[in-house]
């Protein structure tokens, strides 16, 4: 079982629990057997501490700040969440001229980073993450279930993106199934693209490797 990401314990503790499995769990708890990242939010206080989920690159200075400072200063590993929704997009584009994605390496975040959701990247926003060492995770039942959108896969793709995939939330994946995420998204983007098998098997079985 491979999980790039998840937001749920139970999950995290099954996949973690596999010789062969990569677990990035988002959450309070430490998981054996997954890395695990700290969520900062609008709501966290105090210092980032080890490895860290950056819930929007539109935080408060002084979250944004702390964070460049934990993340430039240790090394650590980072998942920014960016370019979920169109109004996310159309925020940071009035206050700042450029998407979340162009925010967060004006940031100096974007270095081998993992960019998580993406509903919305274009196609300047992937190839600043393919020349900054990213990688793209999509979650694609979660981002469906929240009304986010669906992922740009064969975009990403076709533009050399690395993308993996990961099972998001338990609400819209009780058992964390990777397969039917794979699912998931061949269905909906064929179907967005009114064009059968518009991503491949083979494409898809390369996310969980």
Known sequence: MFNA?????????????????????????CVPGAENFCI????????????????????????????????????CKLIISACRTLDEVGRCDKKYGVTPIGLA??????????VAGGTHLDKD?????????AAIIITPSMS?????????????LTLGARVYIGTGMKEFNPEGDTEFEKRLIMLAAS???????AISREALDKMTE
Do not use: C, W
Request: net charge negative; charged share 30%.
């Open 40 to 75: 900062i939010d609008d709501k966290f206080s105090g210092k980032p501490d080890g490895n860290v989920y950056l819930d929007s690159v539109l935080l408060g200075d002084e979250t944004i700040d702390a964070v460049i400072d934990h993340v430039l200063g240790t090394k």
């Open 105 to 114: 390496h004006r940031y100096g975040l974007l270095d081998g980073a993992y």
């Open 144 to 156: 469906m279930g929240l009304g986010e959108g669906i992922p740009p896969v064969r975009m990403m």
């Open 5 to 29: 990401l998840t937001f749920d314990k139970d999950v995290a503790k099954r996949a973690g629990g596999r010789a062969d499995s990569r677990v990035f769990y988002a959450g309070a708890d």
């Open 125 to 133: 926003d992937i190839d600043l993450i393919n020349q900054s060492g």
């Open 191 to 197: 179907g967005e693209l009114r064009t059968r098998g």
